[in-house]
């Protein structure tokens, strides 16, 4: 900040702020609302992951699939459920939850 006579002129940086730290800055202002938001994490996961495995079952079998939807889904049931950090609770979520939802949207073509 520079100030002459009178005049005030402030340079601000800009600062390139990338998605990652956007979460982390997120998950750290709701780190008192965890409990719930850990529920929620579980539930929706579990959720998404039960319809992609059922679309994975329902004409014939893909193995790949059903595993990476459980292996998905349980690691962020395993993180809530052994007591881990918030934060580790939250990224497993969004990731299943990520991961989980193209897997529907690959799938929902064998419906039709």
């Not at 579980?42 to 939807?69: E, N, Q």
């Not at 809530?80 to 939850?97: D, E, M, N, R």
Request: charged share 10%.
């Amino acid at each position: 900040m520079i100030t002459t006579n009178n005049i005030t002129v402030t340079t601000a940086e800009k600062k390139n702020v990338s998605i990652i730290e956007m979460i982390n800055k997120k998950i750290e202002k709701e780190q008192e609302n965890s409990f719930g938001i850990t529920i929620l994490f579980v539930m929706i996961s579990t959720m998404i992951s039960s319809i992609a495995i059922g679309l994975a079952l329902h004409d014939g079998f893909s193995f790949a699939i059903v595993a990476l939807s459980s292996v998905t889904a349980m690691g962020t049931n395993a993180a809530a459920f052994s007591q881990s950090p918030f934060k580790y609770v939250v990224w497993l979520g969004t990731i299943s939850i990520i991961t989980n939802t193209l897997l529907v949207l690959l799938q929902l073509p064998k419906l039709f």
